[in-house]
Protein backbone atom coordinates (compact mmCIF):
# COMPACT_ATOMS: atom_id res chain seq x y z
CA UNK A 1 0.00 0.00 0.00
CA UNK A 2 1.07 3.34 -0.69
CA UNK A 3 2.18 5.81 2.14
CA UNK A 4 0.33 9.10 1.30
CA UNK A 5 2.62 12.11 2.08
CA UNK A 6 1.08 14.58 3.65
CA UNK A 7 0.13 17.99 3.34
CA UNK A 8 -1.94 16.45 0.28
CA UNK A 9 -4.23 17.94 -2.15
CA UNK A 10 -8.24 17.04 -3.16
CA UNK A 11 -10.63 18.63 -4.67
CA UNK A 12 -14.34 17.90 -5.64
CA UNK A 13 -15.08 16.58 -9.48
CA UNK A 14 -17.34 20.12 -9.74
CA UNK A 15 -14.48 21.98 -8.06
CA UNK A 16 -16.68 24.11 -5.68
CA UNK A 17 -14.69 22.49 -2.91
CA UNK A 18 -11.08 22.26 -2.16
CA UNK A 19 -9.18 20.52 0.60
CA UNK A 20 -5.53 20.71 1.95
CA UNK A 21 -5.57 17.50 4.16
CA UNK A 22 -3.04 18.03 6.66
CA UNK A 23 -3.11 14.53 8.15
CA UNK A 24 -5.58 11.72 9.15
CA UNK A 25 -7.52 14.45 11.44
CA UNK A 26 -7.01 17.42 10.38
CA UNK A 27 -7.54 19.31 6.96
CA UNK A 28 -9.02 23.15 5.84
CA UNK A 29 -11.63 23.24 2.85
CA UNK A 30 -11.89 25.75 0.64
CA UNK A 31 -15.71 26.28 -0.54
CA UNK A 32 -17.34 28.88 -2.80
CA UNK A 33 -20.76 30.34 -2.25
CA UNK A 34 -21.68 32.43 -5.15
CA UNK A 35 -18.57 34.05 -6.43
CA UNK A 36 -17.44 34.25 -2.53
CA UNK A 37 -14.62 31.54 -1.11
CA UNK A 38 -14.44 30.89 2.50
CA UNK A 39 -11.75 28.79 3.85
CA UNK A 40 -12.83 26.31 6.93
CA UNK A 41 -10.35 24.68 9.22
CA UNK A 42 -11.91 21.35 10.34
CA UNK A 43 -9.92 18.95 13.40
CA UNK A 44 -11.93 15.50 13.71
CA UNK A 45 -12.92 14.86 16.97
CA UNK A 46 -15.15 12.19 16.15
CA UNK A 47 -15.39 8.96 13.77
CA UNK A 48 -17.49 10.34 11.02
CA UNK A 49 -15.20 13.02 10.77
CA UNK A 50 -12.34 11.06 10.25
CA UNK A 51 -14.13 8.68 7.71
CA UNK A 52 -14.86 11.82 5.96
CA UNK A 53 -10.96 12.64 5.95
CA UNK A 54 -10.12 8.80 4.37
CA UNK A 55 -13.26 8.89 2.12
CA UNK A 56 -11.25 11.89 0.42
CA UNK A 57 -7.95 10.08 0.95
CA UNK A 58 -9.31 7.19 -1.19
CA UNK A 59 -11.81 8.95 -3.42
CA UNK A 60 -14.68 6.71 -2.20
CA UNK A 61 -17.80 7.36 -4.35
CA UNK A 62 -15.82 8.60 -7.05
CA UNK A 63 -16.57 12.48 -5.90
CA UNK A 64 -13.15 13.60 -5.13
CA UNK A 65 -9.76 14.16 -7.53
CA UNK A 66 -6.24 14.85 -7.11
CA UNK A 67 -5.29 18.54 -6.46
CA UNK A 68 -1.97 20.18 -5.77
CA UNK A 69 -0.86 23.14 -4.18
CA UNK A 70 -0.44 25.43 -6.40
CA UNK A 71 -4.22 25.07 -7.24
CA UNK A 72 -5.64 25.28 -3.50
CA UNK A 73 -3.63 28.51 -3.01
CA UNK A 74 -4.83 29.97 -6.47
CA UNK A 75 -8.27 30.74 -4.04
CA UNK A 76 -6.65 32.01 -0.84
CA UNK A 77 -5.67 35.26 -3.09
Known amino acids: MNQ ?3 PTYRKYK ?3 NF ?3 I ?3 EFEEISF ?5 IVIK ?3 KIL ?3 NFISDLLHDVGNTSEL ?3 EEYETYLK
Open 4 to 6: IVF
Open 14 to 16: NNK
Open 19 to 21: FKI
Open 23 to 25: NEN
Open 33 to 37: IGNKA
Open 42 to 44: HLA
Open 48 to 50: PDR
Open 67 to 69: SNQ
